[in-house]
């Protein structure tokens, strides 16, 4: 029965070996072929199809599931705004007073706006006390939400081709202009990114490998990816495909990185099979043949680990899953094919100067000497290790969430930077960071406008709001409810008013009339939803402490609601938002890294052949989990004095240490079965570390040193969090590379010794050293 065990065991190998040898066979023969299929192909992908910057979405909130209170907020909001219309205000301000050209030049601008394709109605919302600015809202269909920088690009086209004077200032402000402002802003800075990671990558490829050449064949493939992979998934975005800013950048991170790694497995393999001798075609192929499968199954895990996302509830993960995936899909196919056919091409020129020593010159070095006394105290060199890991465990309890902006600020110096600052100077504060309370009313505030006296008074008494602007208090200014009613009776409902006050009103003050008119922004035209604009006595909406204060003011609200006698609450804002994101993000967290976990153990399970082996090497890969979430509470809550640690963090951490960590776990553990059929398990363990270190610790260095050229481009307040994810990403793959991988595991195997493998029995040394 072992026998045949072991037969089976053989026989898939064997199959592993072949199928791979003939993709080497393939690529090496029709090396010419495979890059210029690449090469055209990547060119066809960028000239017709739509780049990913074009399609990236960047409102969190978008992204919350329709059970959080959030969501359930926003369709009170409804009333102000359907939901399938999307809101462009248009803010238009002169420090000298709006004048009557002025007025004329806003009303021409109103009526081409109403031109402008998917725009169905124009309001004009009405002046600033200081009649100094006034606002103009574009409602548009949803259907902009497939294109909306085309659609904003429209919009400012049509203020360009307006020809305001200067003292006349005119700029888009809101979600929409600032998510199409902030994804140009995140494609300069992608392109950044790209080029800081390729500069880095060439540098550390050149003092590695110690040849000009080699650096260049491993980056290119990556790099054609990279270049084909955006629009592939932008073009998947046209027909549905959600993606976000997180993902463009975490595409270029991901792709450079992981290709990169790749590439490494296959090269480093190539160089040591031309120091056994072979010739170049030679190398190629049983290079391919031998780490192919590593290289295989080491993008699975990754591609498995992203489409586990696919089971979160939160959309921000879910939708974040598919676009990577593809990413790494394009990527395995480039490292079976473009890779070997570019080797094939410049032969031993790729590591020109140097020479490939004789494998019986080769010497042992610092990791084989490493595992030499690993294998010889496995037990004392597992026990520090467990220890050194729970202590830096030991701060992962600590870690507390803050929010991720995700693109809700503007970039500095854009248009909506500009509209914003407008909309802060000349109206109330919270305009352009609105906090919202919402009341559901069993009466119509229009017509019995006195019991808002209560509602406000109660809203007024509460110490969790610094600041409330209301419907008896528009623009700071108060109206009593017997004018509110009394103008009603008058004149109509304020909805209906236009801007520029008609002369047969002319016998209601200016001022007074404005401020009727901007009680339409807090009670809906039927009169029976109310909204307050607060500012919050935590602090700042979109800080850490005013999300963490967010269940205590919903409870405030909801005893005003009782008092009040309202049918329905609710509270919209960033510090409401976000604490939803982070519990949504907590929630899926536990929900999601079992599914990844069970999934990759079984991809492990599969190229092992052992049903023991996967569960040590995923117990380390969550070791190392934790114990990096520690130091990342270490360096940014405790050192820096930061409040909170970006609440996608933890999540983003398990998955790339997971499924890239398990890379390391792969190449290493193939290469101890693979030396285990002629050696003893220790001298399989001391060979497997001595060959493939050089690979790891260089491919942990690329991946990581991508992460951290993240954090470094990342400058500005703003990007705080894109750092953190940088830093403490790099961090734990730095982590695992130089302690899980060359010790921990190796301790594992030594003392686990035939039982690695089982229910198989695995080569020689099972009778050797057992």
């Known amino acids: 029965m072992r026998v045949k065990k072991n037969k089976i065991d053989s026989n898939l190998e064997s199959l592993g070996f072949k199928l791979f040898e003939r993709i080497g066979r393939f690529s090496v023969r029709f090396r010419w072929l495979v890059i210029v299929v690449w090469i055209i192909g990547v060119a066809v992908i960028v000239n017709n199809l739509p780049s990913l910057g074009s399609v990236t979405q960047s409102n969190n909130t978008d992204f919350l599931p329709s059970s959080s209170p959030t969501e359930k907020a926003l369709k009170l909001e409804n009333a102000f705004q359907p939901s399938d219309v999307v ?40 002046r600033s006390v200081d009649n100094q600015a006034e606002i103009i809202e574009i409602d548009a269909s949803g259907k902009v939400s497939s294109d909306p920088a085309t659609f904003i690009d429209n919009l400012r086209q049509a203020i360009k081709q307006a020809n305001l004077p200067a003292d006349l200032q005119a700029h888009l402000t809101g979600n929409l202009a600032t998510q199409v402002d902030n994804s140009k802003s995140s494609g300069q800075q992608n392109s950044e990114l790209k080029i800081g990671t390729v500069i880095f990558i060439i540098i550390l490829l050149i003092v590695i490998f110690r040849a000009p050449l080699a650096p260049l064949i491993t980056l290119l493939p990556p790099l054609l990816v990279v270049t084909a992979a955006g629009p592939l998934i932008a073009e998947a975005a046209k027909h549905g ?12 991170v991901l792709i450079l990185g992981a290709g990169t790694d790749y590439g490494l497995f296959l090269i480093f393999r190539v160089r040591e099979e031309l120091e056994n001798g072979l010739d170049s075609y030679e190398a190629i192929i049983k290079a391919l043949s031998r780490v192919g499968e590593s290289i295989t199954f080491s993008a699975a895990t990754v591609i498995v680990a992203l489409l586990s996302l696919l089971f979160a509830t939160f959309k921000i993960y879910s939708n974040l899953g598919l676009p990577l995936a593809i990413g790494v899909a394009l990527m395995l196919l480039a490292g079976l094919t473009l890779l070997p056919a570019l080797l094939a091409v410049f032969k031993k020129a790729v590591f020109w100067p140097t020479k490939p020593q004789n494998h019986k010159s080769r010497r042992i070095g610092f990791w084989g000497k490493v595992s030499a006394r690993v294998v010889q105290k496995p037990v004392h060199v597992l026990i520090i290790g467990v220890i050194f890991f729970a202590v830096l465990a030991a701060f992962a309890p600590g870690y507390k969430a803050s929010g991720f902006s995700g693109g809700s600020t503007p970039p500095s110096g854009s248009d909506s930077a500009k509209g914003t600052a407008l909309l802060n100077k000349h109206f109330p504060s919270e305009s352009s960071n609105p906090t919202a309370v919402l009341f559901k009313l069993n009466y119509s505030a229009w017509q019995n406008p006195q019991k808002l006296e209560r509602l406000t008074s109660l809203m007024d008494s509460s110490s969790e709001f610094n600041h409330v602007t209301g419907p008896l208090r528009p623009n700071g200014f108060s109206l009593s409810p017997s004018l509110i009613s009394s103008l009603y009776t008058k004149i109509g409902s304020p909805w209906r008013l236009p801007a520029e006050q008609p002369k047969n009103l002319s016998f209601i003050k200016p001022t007074i009339y404005q401020l009727y008119r901007a009680t339409s922004g807090y009670i809906s035209s039927n009169g029976q939803t109310v909204q307050f604009s607060v500012g919050l006595s935590a602090g700042n909406a979109s800080s850490t402490a005013a999300m963490n204060a967010t269940p205590t003011i919903r409870n405030a609200i909801a005893v005003i609601a009782k008092k009040a006698g309202t049918v329905d609450s609710g509270i919209y804002g960033k510090a409401s938002a976000f604490y939803d994101i982070s519990y949504a993000s907590n929630h899926d967290l536990i929900r999601v890294i079992p599914i990844a976990v069970v999934v990759i153990g079984i991809i492990l399970a599969f190229l092992m052949r052992s049903l023991i082996a996967p569960i040590y090497l995923v117990v380390s890969v969550v070791l190392s989990y934790l114990a990096s979430l520690g130091v990342s509470v270490i360096i940014f809550m405790h050192i820096q004095h930061n409040s909170g640690v970006v609440f996608i963090l933890p999540f983003l951490m398990f998955i790339f240490l997971l499924a890239l960590g398990e890379d390391y776990n792969i190449l290493v553990m193939t290469r101890i079965r693979e030396e285990a059929h002629s050696k003893s398990l220790k001298q399989a363990v001391i060979e497997a570390l001595n060959t493939t ?7 942990g260095l690329v991946l990581a040193g991508t992460f951290a050229v993240l954090g470094v481009i990342s400058t500005g307040a703003a990007n705080q969090e894109v750092r953190e994810i940088g830093f403490g990403l790099a961090i734990g793959i730095l982590m695992d590379t130089f302690l899980v991988r060359t010790l921990i595991v190796p301790s594992f195997v030594t003392i686990l010794g035939k039982w690695n493998w089982w229910p198989t029995r695995h080569g020689s040394w099972v009778e050797q050293d057992n």
């Open 87 to 126: 809101v462009v205000p248009v803010i238009f301000a002169n420090n000298s007073g709006l004048s009557v050209k002025d007025q004329n030049l806003i009303d021409n601008l109103q009526q081409h706006f109403s031109s402008i394709q998917y725009v169905e109605k124009v309001t004009n919302r009405g």
């Open 241 to 252: 495909l959600q993606v976000s800013s997180l993902a463009q950048l975490l595409l270029t």
């Open 693 to 699: 270190s050089t690979t790891v610790t260089s491919a």
